[in-house]
């Protein structure tokens, strides 16, 4: 964690929380967020609950985040929402290219580039995902791998346009298996990705910009990772659907 960026805990419900189940799971988080001043927190639940939950929170520091969105300002996107129907719940940030919308459902760097420029355009921070498989680790792609998705989902994007943009690094054979980076490990894939934001957009807008790590973060792990001098919080799964959970590793970020 550098002092001069303000660290940034999410929670990514993923396909969790119906309205009712989100609504007592924000009661819980707004109760004890008032004394976590020093971390923006972000809550993402899913579409369906990011009405109820933007009522929940308004007039609370606590910020809310999509999980999704499509590129295209309206149309005929069967199943898809746009930037401003988020707008218009309040909603200031959205995660693309999460692993699981990469393997699960094809999502391509170039898709993740055009869904950054729209939020950007949108006033909407992008959380852009990127990480590597086990399989690629082993075989000491991990460099590789990380510096194609950094430069083509964020091409053509400018040092001018870059400052809401927050980075995520979430090794995926870490995600939800229990198996986090060491923070080490973790660490040399954030100055890597800092050093290809530096060649983008040069040194001083990237040393501005946040990196997330996401990957089986928990409470009794969280506060090493954000030690780290490149790591600027997390990005949460399955402990951000746990109120004392999640606030821990808020907590932890201070
Ligand atoms: P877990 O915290 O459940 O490993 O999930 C991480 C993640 O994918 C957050 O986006």
Known sequence: ????????????????????EALAL????????????????????????????????????IGLGAQNMHWEKA????????????????????IIGHSERRTLFGETDAAVNRKVKTALASNLHPIVC???????????????VIRTQVLNGLKDIGPDQFTPVIMAYEPIWAIGTGMTATPDQAQAVHKFIRGLLQ????????????????????????????????IDGGLIGGAALD????MAIVNAAL
């Open 26 to 61: 924000v009661a819980e988080i707004k109760r004890q967020a008032a004394e976590s001043k020093g971390v923006e927190i972000v809550l993402c639940p899913p579409f369906t609950a990011l009405q109820a939950v933007s009522n929940a929170i308004s007039g609370t520091a």
């Open 1 to 20: 964690m550098n002092t001069n960026r303000k660290p940034i805990v999410a929670g990514n419900w993923k396909m969790n929380n119906t309205v009712a």
């Open 199 to 230: 060649e983008m957009i040069g040194e001083r807008v990237a040393q501005t910009v946040r990196i997330q790590y996401g990957g089986s973060v928990k409470p009794a792990n969280a506060r090493e990772l954000f030690h780290q001098p490149d």
């Open 243 to 246: 109120a004392d959970a999640f």
């Open 130 to 144: 990127v990480g590597e498989t086990l399989q690629q680790r082993q075989a000491n792609q991990t460099e590789a």
């Open 75 to 94: 149309g005929a996107f069967t199943g898809e929402v746009s930037a401003a129907m988020l707008r218009e719940l309040y909603c200031h940030y959205v």
